[in-house]
């Protein structure tokens, strides 16, 4: 039994490990996270932390994997027509960035990526690759690699604009505008 | 006489002081990043960057100061019909942060702002607003203000994707391709 009162197995100690471990890198990133502070931000003993994650890159790693989901990203977007699938795709993207975790996510992705390679690995494969590849069946042929990445630009800048560096207009402003404005830039990328 | 052989006011002391404080707040950031190993690299006693720049922060506000003058981005573009618009600023963006001082300039500024609350500061102000201003009577009345900060988001994205993140379309691409890509995408926010 942990000092702290959760056990090994407890339902949800995993997940709040997990939530612990995105907000800690989010604040501070990688490099200056202890895992003794996520372990006290969780609530549970240091040694959970090795026992489920076995390293801090692991732990990283996992905490990382799941909160952008692509696919959802981009699915259904097919059928509508080009400004909606635009629209679509930045509603979503925005939600995403927007909730708790996924702000977390990217903040912590993004302040470790500046410091540890491996970070810096999953923010180009997990994340912006992905988001490239996601989009890439509505950026047609010849030029769809190169559009895709520009997509994936722009909502990555959106992303960075309005959670890291704070730029008023976007970091305040209401998700349906930043959609309404971004769409028809997205959508010239749409073929 | 210091014991590197430059003396204070000697032709280029501080210029090189400078380039070398850019070259390693870029490769290491802010926090990480010792006045000694600045003054090492710049081969100059550290005396010297105390004497010119007062403080670690001094130094950083002089390092990061000139490297995008905005209005050379957005300079002389009235002119131009609105694809040539924005063709020319997004050559004339990329030609800044493709530049050796411009690189480092952007890489140091996003690895130090990410732990760096002046850093930050200095990334929102001086860049990503700079950035917004200088296109903002391109932007036209109503909207005119978000979609100048998502102009300014779309090309910070791409110095993010090019040069810190490295996905491969944007690092590797060539610029006039790129700029032809991005073009109609800044272009759907010019009135």
Known sequence: MSRTGRRPGAPGTRDAILVATR???ATRGYEATSLRSIASEAGVDPALLIHYFKTKQG???AAMEPPFPPLVLSGDLRSLSRREAAEMLV???LAAVDSDEGRNAILALVRSAVSNEQAAT???ESHANELARSVRELTGDGDGEMKAALVAAQLIGIAMLRHVVGVDR???GDPEKIVATAA???EACFH
Chains 1, 2 share one sequence.
């Open 23 to 25: 907000r800690r890198f």
């Open 59 to 61: 732990l990283f790693l």
């Open 91 to 93: 509603r979503r993207y």
């Open 122 to 124: 999953l923010l180009r």
């Open 170 to 172: 976007l970091a305040r």
């Open 184 to 186: 028809p830039m997205i």
